[in-house]
């Protein structure tokens, strides 16, 4: 508790002094307009601002005060929020995020020779490697996430959706907003996000925000080192420089960020089970809060970068330009196994040995440029929006390895040059029915020299392909429009950076591809107080890239013939003021249909599961606002259940995760310019897993979080 008092005392020093120097400038206190009925958010999924109930496309959209209410501090939690989502934390290191949408995510997230299904993007730039506590950061002003290819319309082509974070630009008039936090594992926080304008008319504008978050062990006891583990602190900052004129807007955006933690601890399962009975497997501990590893696990990650936007009218049409550069440095160490019993391997030595262990050294630097045009002609009978994109992605990373006591070294150099060429046009046959049409070209060059147990791997390969996209959308009434699209998504091939030998490293998988049809109906009713979308999806895929692991835990890609298909719906009412009931769910079926050539080592998938992909999810919650005492009490409750599915595509048990519900909660209160607010989240505790794999005696499953508490004072000045 020493570290939270010491951190809490010099938090209320400079509490004192900026409230003081905020008073002297007798600022306004400015907050930007929310709104708690999500679908009234304005969105620029389809690159032009619209409500969510509006676009074409199957997307989830959270303003600012849910987000805030509702405790929303990783982009983990959106999982419990947004239907066919899930984010989980990658499994080597604790830094990177795992996003899958609809099934569709990434094979090897903690590798340089990755590249995910799902595009995130924060302010318009797309992030190859975003680190989850560099997000933590943002002063966060909606989160969009996108379901389905993404291509015509973006500049990375995404082929499962897109998770769109954006981020508050700053004000005219100063403010300034001070958030202290504490919760779970001796838990701080300090937030500051500020801004004021530079120029007599506001159109010049600055603003700057900088967190600091920290929390001791006590995620998971290590038994075998004799203590807590899961501690981790955080530093961030980001300064932004806008102009916001008559037909100019520029936001130029610089950060810095550094995390420093006790990375992940996996729980190993007992090396002598047999069967699928995953009911009757447990942890060797005996609970996955309690792990045996003899390996100090870590996570170290430093990220910075500048993002320049401009848009600009260019005659009736606008023209915007995207620019972005980050670099990332990612290091991290674990005993993948978790902890063997020393008695698996037939010793007489008491306690637990590393069989897998794993340091990682990761340099990454990425630079994008986006051009777009938009607008419209023939008096608005037709609208159009053409761009060209850029990514150059340069990665080093080494990788040093003891699996079963035999240590090996795998150098990766990587670059990665991608070009496309998109476009869109809307022909607007009446003001209710429109006809989009689009296509992308996109090609990746992709360059490997690689070192491998002591042979060279040099490789350059190039995919190219063209996506079309059409979609029809008919506004049959005000408050109804159904729409119908076509499109295709695409993932270029790849590099089996977890091969173990330098065959395998040397043999590419091909490219992803898919076709995928969806129906979709969106409606209000009740006078806009209720509102219910739904879509239906069917996603062909031809060459769906799936990742298994070998006997001797090499990790091997493979392309798949497979099916998906499901239907999602996301419902709100607000049947008196201040209270609103909301409810989404999605059903899917999706499975491997055919195999390419078979790798030595991997069994066939034909006929399994696809991975990630669970039967239902149903999520519903209730949240009022009640006023009190001259000020407003807000609260709220939402649970998320969700059916079995298979993290691996085996289908074996090591890597099933059974049927969860989970519930958060959150009470605050609110006055003038202040704001007291708790979160609890995975109120009952379930402690459960979201992924495991095995081969031999290793076999690891990572827990997912358990019950959380957090408590946090805003203070607006």
Do not use: C
């Not at 899930?86 to 090897?108: F, K, L």
């Not at 508050?168 to 300034?176: Q, S």
């Not at 390996?295 to 330009?321: C, H, M, P, R, W």
């Not at 493979?558 to 998906?564: E, I, P, R, W």
């Amino acid at each position: 508790m020493r570290n939270s008092y010491r951190f809490y005392a010099g938090a209320a020093l400079l509490v004192l002094g900026i409230g003081g120097a905020a008073r002297a400038q007798q600022a306004p206190a400015t907050t930007a307009p929310v709104t708690t009925d999500n679908a009234d958010i304005t969105v620029t999924a389809t690159r032009t601002a619209s409500t969510v109930q509006k676009v074409a496309v199957a997307v989830t959209a959270l303003g600012a005060e849910t987000i805030a209410k509702q405790g929303i501090t990783n982009v983990k939690d959106i999982s419990q929020i947004a239907p066919n989502v899930q984010i989980r934390t990658v499994s080597g290191g604790s830094a990177g995020i795992t996003p899958y949408i609809r099934g569709g995510g990434v094979t090897d997230g903690a590798n340089v020779t990755s590249e995910p299904e799902v595009g995130i993007y924060i302010d318009d730039v797309y992030q190859p490697r975003a680190a989850a506590s560099f997000i933590d950061l943002l002063d966060i002003e909606r989160i969009e996430v996108l379901r389905g290819p993404q291509g015509t319309l973006y500049g990375r082509n995404s082929s499962a959706g897109a998770l769109k974070i954006v981020s508050r630009t700053p004000g005219a008039t100063p403010g300034l907003k001070l958030e202290f936090g504490t919760g779970s594992w001796d838990g701080r926080s300090i937030k500051l996000v500020g801004n004021t304008p530079l120029s007599p008319d506001g159109a010049w504008r600055a603003g700057v925000s900088a967190l600091y978050r920290g929390q001791d062990g006590g995620r998971q006891y290590n038994a075998t080192l004799g203590k807590k583990v899961g501690a981790e602190n955080y530093y961030g900052v980001k300064g932004d420089l806008a102009y916001v004129g008559a037909g100019l807007t520029a936001r130029l955006s610089g950060y810095y960020s550094t995390l420093d933690g006790d990375g992940l601890y996996p729980s190993a399962l007992s090396p002598t089970y047999a069967g699928n009975d995953y009911l009757a497997v447990a942890p060797t501990s005996g609970s996955y809060q309690t792990v045996l590893s003899p390996s100090k696990s870590f996570t170290k990650v430093v990220q910075y970068g500048a993002n320049l936007n401009i848009e600009a009218d260019v005659g009736s049409a606008k023209l915007t330009s995207i620019t972005g550069w980050s670099h990332l440095r990612d290091n991290w160490a674990q005993d993948f196994s978790g902890g063997v019993p020393w008695s698996a391997l037939g010793s007489p030595l008491p306690g637990y040995t590393s069989l897998f262990d794993r340091t990682s050294s990761l340099h990454d630097t990425s630079f994008s440029q986006e051009l777009q045009l938009h607008g419209d002609v023939l008096g608005g009978k037709v609208s159009y929006v053409g761009g060209l994109y850029f990514f150059r992605e340069t990665g080093a990373q080494t990788l040093l390895s003891s699996i079963f006591f035999t240590p090996s070294t795998t150098v990766f150099n990587i670059e990665t040059n991608s070009y496309a060429a998109f476009g869109q046009i809307g022909i607007h046959f009446t003001p209710e029915l429109t006809l989009s049409l689009g296509g992308r070209y996109t090609q990746d060059d992709k360059k490997l020299n690689a070192v491998i147990s002591g042979t060279a791997v040099n490789r350059k390969d190039s995919w190219g392909t063209f996506l079309p996209k059409a979609a029809l959308e008919y506004q049959i009434t005000p408050r109804v429009m159904a729409y119908a699209s076509f499109s295709e998504g695409f993932k270029a091939g790849g590099y089996n950076g977890l091969a173990s030998d330098a065959v395998a490293l040397n043999s590419p998988f091909a490219p992803q591809k898919m076709k995928a049809y969806e129906l979709g109906l969106k409606t209000e009713f009740l006078d806009r107080k209720g509102k219910l979308n739904i879509s239906a999806f069917f996603n062909d895929y031809s060459s769906l890239q799936q990742q298994g692991v070998t006997g001797t835990g090499a990790f091997i890609t493979q392309n798949y013939a497979a099916d998906h298909k499901g239907i999602e719906a996301e419902f709100s009412l607000r049947p008196i003021t201040g209270l609103t009931l909301w409810a989404n769910g999605t059903y899917n079926d999706g499975k491997y249909k055919a195999s390419a050539a078979t790798v030595a080592g991997v069994a066939s998938y034909v006929g399994n599961a696809m991975t990630n992909v669970f039967k239902y999810q149903a999520s519903f919650g209730a949240d009022a606002s009640v006023p009190a005492h001259g000020g407003e009490v807000t609260m709220g409750i939402n649970t998320t259940a969700r059916s079995d599915y298979y993290s691996t595509p085996d289908n074996l048990y090591i890597g099933h995760v059974p049927s969860t519900t989970i519930a958060n909660a959150y009470l605050g209160f609110g006055k003038d310019n202040w704001s007291l607010r708790a979160n609890v989240k995975n109120l009952t505790n379930q402690i459960v897993w979201t992924t495991g794999f095995g081969f031999s005696v290793v076999r690891p499953r990572y827990m997912s979080d358990p019950r959380t508490w957090q408590l946090t004072f805003t203070y607006k000045m």
